[in-house]
């Protein structure tokens, strides 16, 4: 079983920049995709960002293109959100999340991912 552990949220005030990490322990394969999603009070969990490791394919939700990059840890099975320019409505709880043999159509799509971590609060003042 996969294990996903998340890190890196906090306190920011707007424009500033937070950096989040996952890493993921157990079994995984060069099939891996993971992703960031968030969650807002009151608000559905949505897509952030995903990195696809066996193509190399990354995608963005529209609301952070420009500002936050995903890269992959060279070596581990580990992502980094690298958020910049943060905004009072990127407050939320984000969550890490791992699938096997996605699709790259279906990495935005919550329902393809198996794998969660226990997420991580980032908060942004105005």
């Known amino acids: 079983q996969v294990q996903l552990v998340e890190s890196g949220g906090g306190l920011v005030q707007a424009g500033g920049s937070l950096r989040l990490s996952c890493v993921a322990s157990?079994?995984?394969?060069?099939?891996?995709?993971m992703s960031w999603f968030r969650q807002a009070p009151g608000k559905e969990r949505e897509f952030v960002a995903a990195f696809r490791f066996g193509g190399g394919n990354i995608i963005y939700a529209d609301s952070v293109k420009g500002r936050f990059t995903i890269s992959r840890d060279n070596g581990k099975t580990a992502v980094h959100l690298q958020m910049n320019s943060l905004k009072p409505e990127d407050t939320a709880v984000y969550y890490c999340?791992?699938?096997?043999?996605?699709?790259?159509?279906?990495?935005?799509?919550?329902?393809?991912?198996?794998?969660w971590g226990q997420g991580t609060q980032v908060t942004v003042s105005s």
């Open positions: 999340a791992g699938g096997q043999r996605l699709i790259i159509s279906s990495m935005s799509d919550r329902r393809h991912y198996n794998d």
């Open positions: 157990g079994f995984t394969s060069n099939r891996y995709t």
